[in-house]
């Protein structure tokens, strides 16, 4: 039905389970079950933090927002590592950002950057 445009897929799935357990086979019935868990976890946070979002008069979730749905479902003991995680994820899109003006501030198209790339690789495979 229409839950299955819900789910995460598979395929990512099955990478966190191989990453997490290299050396242990999951039945398929058993990966369906972790997809399933999965997805409802992630319903059931979303809708507690857009219940707590509605409910301080904003329109967009928050990380605080999902902080906040994590320990009133009692999922508190999650809630020092789901910080480390966000803490990477600003990290990184700053530094996406800051490569990102880098390269605006050469002041080269990117077409031209790309053709100079181009180049370099044909000199280099000589």
Not at 60 to 75: M, W
Not at 94 to 119: C, D, H, T, V
Request: aromatic share 4%; hydrophobic share 35%; charged share 30%.
């Amino acid at each position: 039905g229409n839950d299955d445009d819900l789910t995460i897929p598979r395929a990512a799935i099955n990478k966190m389970i191989k990453e997490t357990l290299p050396n242990v086979r999951v039945a398929n019935d058993a990966r369906e079950l972790v997809v399933n868990c999965c997805t409802e976890f992630i319903h059931l946070i979303s809708s507690e933090a857009n219940e707590i979002c509605n409910k301080s008069e904003k329109k967009t979730i928050s990380p605080e927002h999902v902080i906040q749905a994590l320990e009133s479902l009692g999922f508190g003991s999650y809630i020092s590592e789901v910080k480390e995680v966000l803490q990477e994820c600003k990290t990184v899109a700053l530094k996406r950002r800051k490569a990102s003006s880098r390269l605006e501030n050469l002041g080269i198209p990117e077409e031209e950057l790309l053709r100079q790339q181009q180049e370099l690789f044909a000199q280099v495979s000589e």
